[in-house]
């Protein structure tokens, strides 16, 4: 059974950074980890970053645009997203999501493009 498994949340303070993983496993195909999405308390899902399955580009939410960097290391099958200068209102629970088949350089930015999720993992950013 395919797994989609993230890594990498936590505690921090308002300004701190956090770097979240993401590698799939299992299964008998591969799943390609590329977006990250977030779920606040009493809010909606939300697309954070993604990245094209190449690597080669990524789109963003505006309100992480200039502090968050999402990238996908294809070697390794591995999303990341770098998280800078963090603030209260980027805490949620962060979902990294994979797809089994990709166009090389569309960047998916909906949820519904996304076949597999993972269980997600808390970041708290405490002012």
């Known amino acids: 059974q395919v797994q989609v498994i993230e890594s990498g949340g936590g505690l921090v303070q308002t300004g701190d950074s956090l770097t979240l993983s993401c590698t799939a496993s299992?299964?008998?195909?591969?799943?390609?980890?590329t977006a990250w999405f977030r779920q606040a308390p009493g809010k909606e899902r939300e697309f954070v970053c993604a990245?094209?399955?190449?690597?080669?580009?990524?789109d963003s939410t505006d309100s992480v645009k200039g502090r968050f960097t999402c990238s996908r290391e294809n070697a390794k099958n591995i999303a990341t997203l770098q998280m800078n200068s963090l603030r209260p209102e980027d805490t949620a629970v962060y979902y990294c999501a994979a797809r089994r088949y990709y166009e090389t350089t569309r960047v998916y930015t909906s949820e519904y493009d996304y076949e597999y999720w993972g269980q997600g993992t808390q970041v708290t950013v405490t002012s």
């Open positions: 990245a094209s399955w190449n690597g080669i580009r990524t």
């Open positions: 299992g299964g008998s195909f591969t799943v390609y980890p």
